[in-house]
């Protein structure tokens, strides 16, 4: 499981206010996943979803379900970092989170963290792909991370 920020959580209106604003119902399990995906520092996988909020009593679908409507009302990003496992986050408004950003996965234990975007730097070259000029595009790094390496 990812780890936890230490900064106040937003309140439950919070919450709420930012999924009816997207145009979703607010219900307890949206709320669930938001406050999950607010306390995370890395993105989160399904399963990491399902762990932390059963005791709530939140079944695989339902939160399943939520996270499909959620990234559909743009108010969480899903990516695939080339193992074939959906990973959520947050979409984030602050500048040290903003929009699409590079991710660091562990080539051993397979930990995936966020990087700054300025961590990485690309330089459009000629041949390549418009969307590396607009920056549209994923940048995903593997690797052995501190622990590993």
Same mark, same amino acid.
Request: a positive charge; aromatic letters at 4%; proline letters at 5%.
């Given at each position: 499981?990812?780890?936890?920020?230490?900064?106040?959580?937003?309140?439950?209106? =919070?919450?709420? %206010? $930012?999924?009816?604003?997207?145009? #979703?119902?607010?219900?307890?399990?949206?709320?669930?996943?938001?406050?999950?995906? %607010?306390?995370?520092?890395?993105?989160?996988?399904?399963?990491? #979803?399902? *762990?932390?909020? /059963? =005791? %709530?009593?939140?079944?695989?679908?339902?939160?399943?379900?939520?996270?499909? *409507?959620?990234?559909?009302?743009? #108010?969480?990003? $899903?990516?695939?970092?080339?193992?074939?496992?959906?990973?959520?986050? #947050?979409?984030?408004?602050?500048? +040290?989170?903003?929009?699409?950003?590079?991710?660091?996965?562990?080539? *051993? !234990?397979?930990?995936?963290?966020?990087?700054?975007?300025?961590?990485?730097?690309?330089?459009?070259?000629?041949?390549?792909?418009? /969307?590396?000029?607009?920056? +549209?595009?994923?940048?995903?790094?593997?690797?052995?991370? *501190? $622990? !590993?390496?």
């Amino acid at each position: 499981m990812a780890a936890r920020k230490n900064a106040p959580q937003p309140k439950l209106a =919070e919450y709420q %206010e $930012r999924i009816r604003a997207s145009g #979703l119902r607010s219900t307890s399990p949206r709320v669930a996943v938001l406050r999950e995906l %607010e306390s995370a520092t890395a993105p989160l996988s399904h399963a990491d #979803l399902v *762990d932390a909020l /059963s =005791e %709530e009593g939140y079944d695989r679908v339902t939160i399943y379900r939520n996270l499909t *409507d959620l990234t559909e009302a743009g #108010l969480v990003v $899903r990516a695939d970092l080339g193992d074939h496992v959906w990973r959520f986050e #947050l979409k984030r408004e602050e500048k +040290s989170h903003q929009g699409t950003h590079p991710h660091f996965t562990c080539t *051993d !234990c397979g930990t995936v963290a966020c990087l700054p975007a300025k961590s990485v730097r690309l330089t459009p070259a000629k041949g390549a792909p418009r /969307s590396v000029a607009a920056r +549209s595009v994923d940048i995903q790094l593997r690797g052995l991370c *501190d $622990r !590993c390496g």
